[in-house]
T-cell receptor, first 114, second 115 residues
């Protein structure tokens, strides 16, 4: 019962490099989300996927792309990393019907862009 | 636009003392309100949520929160704090239905517990 699994846990990039953050959930959830966490700013929504085959922008989508590969997997790609993208990234998935929803978070990916 | 303010960046309490963490929100409709806790190096864990009904909500680990519409507040309380409660706490606001999960978080409050 792994829940939401994120890989890698830590990553250091140089400015301009690209990378993909992976997220997979084994709970058969329809909706998945990517957040970034910065000190003093809480979490901010980057992109989300309401269901397999759909993706939408959140509050801070610039510099990122996402792919909902299948129902289980939702990846976040940085095409040309910038120091401003140094952050902790969290993936989440949602279960439940209206009024009974619950978000499950992964343990995060700590990314440093030099 | 929706927003959440947690006025206290850092709170220190003694073990066994009572705790109240403040949260004020701005939202155009009836909000879904949440409190999450994050231990160092971990993801977020839901403590409790409110979306309708009784304005006093009970959560896990002995926490409760009270929704006060007139004050746009959703403060988190615990009668007696344990050392294991030391963590960062986030208040969040959102909507239900298809918008659930698109949350706006506050800046967080770091709780330190002295023995």
């Amino acid at each position: 019962n792994a829940g939401v699994t994120q890989t890698p846990k830590f990553q250091v990039l140089k400015t301009g490099q690209s990378m993909t953050l992976q997220c997979a959930q084994d709970m058969n959830h329809n909706s998945m989300y990517w957040y970034r966490q910065d000190p003093g700013m809480g979490l901010r929504l980057i992109y989300y996927s309401a269901s397999e085959g759909t993706t939408d922008k959140g509050e801070v989508p610039n510099g990122y792309n996402v792919s909902r590969l299948n129902k289980r997997e939702f990846s976040l790609r940085l095409e040309s990393a910038a120091p401003s993208q140094t952050s902790v990234y969290f993936c989440a998935s949602r279960e439940g019907q209206a009024g009974y929803e619950k978000l499950f978070f992964g343990s995060g990916t700590q990314l440093s862009v030099l | 636009a929706q927003s959440v303010t947690q006025p206290d960046i850092h709170i220190t309490v003694s073990e066994g003392a009572s705790l109240e963490l403040r949260c004020n929100y701005s939202y155009g409709a009836t909000p879904y309100l949440f409190w999450y806790v994050q231990s160092p190096g971990q993801g977020l864990q839901l403590l409790l949520k409110y979306f309708s009904g009784d304005t006093l909500v009970q959560g896990i680990k002995g926490f409760e929160a009270e929704f006060k519409r007139s004050q746009s507040s959703f403060n988190l309380r615990k009668p007696s704090v344990h050392w294991s409660d030391a963590a960062e706490y986030f208040c969040a606001v959102g909507a239900g239905g298809t918008s659930y999960g698109k949350l706006t978080f506050g800046q967080g409050t770091i709780l330190t517990v002295h023995p």
